[in-house]
């Protein structure tokens, strides 16, 4: 699929009948995608990402059927879920944390997906204690080798992961990652592959250290490719809620090319 053009690709849904046919189409990607790689489309999980899009208007999306729901940044998700709280709905933080925002992840949060060093999960730990809760968590994985991505080298994951055994309150259940943008669709597949190598290597130190296993990985513009190569979490943004006026560079330091242009 071609990622250089995301805006004129994804009108924006401002009816409950668009969210309708925009998951529908995604889910019917998501099934056909699976079944080339023979494999299950109930082994992915679609996580829409409502990032710059208002509350009303997530609403229509809830409306139209999800209920799980995640953002990149922690002060505008926890506005949404506060504006949302009459809705019962679970909320995943996929973005960079700073240790001083610990405290809000673990006050709306169900599952953090970027966790890539060992103060945040210092800090969460200690947050979470206080709350008396657990948490999910992804570890991110730089797979690009891009040196602005966020996110652990591959060859760090395995003995930071069996670092987390000291923080009980964080439950550990796979991996995450940004795959390069690029129109070149082998270069994102070998990010995507990378990513399941670095699960196998960290299952064959312990099998038990990654929970479910998850492989977080997969957007509006390469999830099909990402479910080929093993997928069990796509985080799919503007194929629903339509095109967003912000750009990447926001979300990421400095993100190139076609993408973000
Ligand atoms: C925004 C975002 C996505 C979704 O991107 P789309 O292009 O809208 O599908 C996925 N993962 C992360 C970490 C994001 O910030």
């Not at 999910?136 to 040196?147: G, K, M, Y």
């Not at 795959?179 to 099998?207: G, P, W």
Request: net charge negative; hydrophobic share 45%.
């Amino acid at each position: 699929m071609d990622q250089s053009t995301p805006s004129a690709d994804y009108p924006e849904a401002a009816t409950i009948a668009d969210f309708e046919a925009n998951l529908a189409a995604v889910h019917a990607n998501i099934a056909a995608a699976a079944a080339r790689a023979g494999r299950r489309a109930e082994e992915v999980r679609l996580l829409p990402i409502s990032k710059t899009v208002p509350a009303e208007r997530v609403r229509l999306a809830v409306a139209a059927g999800c209920r799980h729901l995640g953002e990149n940044k922690v002060q505008e998700a926890k506005a949404k879920a506060a504006a949302l709280a009459d809705l019962d709905l679970s909320w995943s933080v996929v973005g960079h944390l700073q240790t001083n925002k610990a405290k809000d992840v673990v006050a709306f949060a169900d599952e953090f997906q970027a966790l890539d060093s060992v103060r945040v999960a210092q800090a969460l730990d200690r947050r979470l204690q206080a709350a008396d809760r657990t948490l999910d968590v992804l570890v991110q994985v730089n797979t690009s080798a891009e040196p602005q991505k966020y996110g652990l080298d591959p060859d760090e994951v395995p003995e930071f992961v069996r670092g987390l055994a000291e923080y009980p309150t964080l439950r550990v259940q796979g991996l995450m990652t940004l795959a390069v943008f690029s129109a070149d669709t082998d270069l994102v597949r070998r990010c995507f592959r990378r990513l399941r190598d670095v699960r196998e290597r960290v299952r064959d130190m312990d099998a038990d250290l990654l929970g479910a296993g998850e492989l977080s990985m997969g957007m509006s513009g390469d999830y099909e490719v990402a479910i080929e190569e093993g997928s069990t979490c796509v985080r799919v943004g503007q194929a629903i809620f339509g095109a967003r006026a912000t750009p990447d560079s926001h979300y990421w330091p400095s993100a190139v090319g076609p993408a973000s242009s």
